[in-house]
């Protein structure tokens, strides 16, 4: 069983430009959910992908948007960087149904300068 | 809405003291708590779930309805637990609302 696998691990752009994050979800999964982790903070729900439609999204503006493919993986993509969007963002997959665990990857550290 | 609170950023115990994390929630709905950890270098992974009432690593939590807790606690503290401790509320299908974690710090 493999798991969650996140890329690039970490990431530099400049304010007003635009990144994309990738997420590979845990094998027989099949729901991805962003979080946004600021230092010092816990992570924050940013959205949920369940079977590739937008199933919830937390207090976020749209300039952060996301997909899910038919393989369950998914992408982040955040438009306009400000330097606020600078932190660690983090992808989990879960199964719908039966005792829910989220299985966390090791996360993209964003940096915006 | 939903709020957890965990009040204490960090918490420095010796080794073979208990320990107790605190964890407040706040939630209008039937309330489903976890623990997750996250050690030196690794991913966030989940510790327990109050809703499997078990003991993971001599770690448990009790739900309190009441007081709206979900304390995590060990009787003597190792090493091997200093880590980051978040506590988390699921809701609304599988997302989670997580508390600002605390440190916890065994010393030798």
């Known amino acids: 069983e493999t798991g969650v696998t996140q890329s690039p691990t970490h990431l530099i752009k400049t304010r007003g430009q635009q990144v994309t994050l990738r997420c590979s979800s845990q094998?027989?999964?099949?729901?991805v959910s962003w979080y946004q982790q600021a230092l010092g903070q816990g992570p924050q729900f940013i959205f949920q992908?369940?079977?590739?439609?937008?199933?919830g999204r937390g207090n976020f503006p749209p300039r952060f948007s996301g997909l899910q493919f038919p393989n369950y993986s998914s992408e982040l993509n955040v438009n306009a960087l400000e330097l606020d969007d600078s932190a660690l963002y983090l992808c989990?997959?879960?199964?719908?149904?039966?005792?829910?665990?989220?299985?966390f990857g090791q996360g993209t550290r964003l940096t915006v300068v | 809405a939903q709020r957890v609170t965990q009040p204490e950023k960090l918490l420095s115990v010796f080794k073979g003291a208990p320990v107790e994390l605190k964890c407040n929630y706040s939630?209008?709905?039937?309330?489903?708590l976890f623990w997750y950890v996250q050690y030196s270098r690794q991913r966030l992974q989940l510790l327990l779930r109050?809703?499997s009432r078990e003991s993971i690593k001599g770690f448990t939590a009790d739900l309190n309805k009441g007081e709206t807790s979900f304390h995590l606690k060990k009787p003597f503290a190792q090493e091997e637990d200093s880590a980051m401790y978040y506590c988390?509320?699921?809701?609304?299908?599988?997302?989670?609302?997580f508390g600002s974690g605390t440190k916890l710090n065994v010393k030798p």
């Open positions: 992908y369940y079977r590739e439609e937008e199933n």
């Open positions: 094998s027989g999964h099949n729901t």
């Open positions: 109050h809703i």
């Open positions: 989990a997959s879960s199964r719908s149904g039966g005792l829910i665990e989220a299985f």
């Open positions: 988390a509320l699921l809701y609304n299908f599988n997302k989670f609302y």
């Open positions: 939630y209008s709905g039937s309330p489903e």
